[in-house]
């Protein structure tokens, strides 16, 4: 059974930092392609970041510069870290994972940045 689970979320101020793990289980996690996506209030889903099995790594515009995707294969797990949040970076953020023609989702973990 594939499980990703979500951590690090919670309330910052804008300027500050946070940074939100993902730790998988039930993949063969060196072989998969990892990503971060959020979904604010009445807003669709979308890509922040990606990162491959080569940790070859892509980011939202709205994002780079500012937040990094990386991984620990010896961990399983994925991180985003998350510096200078703003206002706009409010959302409920899931890990994905890609692997084989399969998507995977955890459940999400908020982040509320305040002004």
């Known amino acids: 059974q594939v499980q990703l689970v979500e951590s690090g979320g919670g309330l910052a101020q804008a300027g500050e930092s946070l940074k939100l793990s993902c730790a998988a289980s039930?993949?063969?996690?060196?072989?998969?392609?990892m990503a971060w996506y959020r979904q604010a209030a009445g807003k669709q889903r979308e890509l922040v970041a990606s990162i491959t099995s080569s940790e070859s790594t892509n980011y939202a515009d709205s994002v780079k510069g500012r937040f990094t995707i990386s991984r620990d294969n010896a961990k399983n797990t994925v991180y985003l870290q998350m510096n200078t949040l703003k206002p706009e970076d409010t959302a409920v953020y899931y890990c994905n994972a890609y692997q084989v023609g399969m998507d995977y989702w955890g459940k999400g973990t908020l982040v509320t940045v305040s002004s």
């Open positions: 039930g993949i063969i996690f060196r072989w998969s392609h």
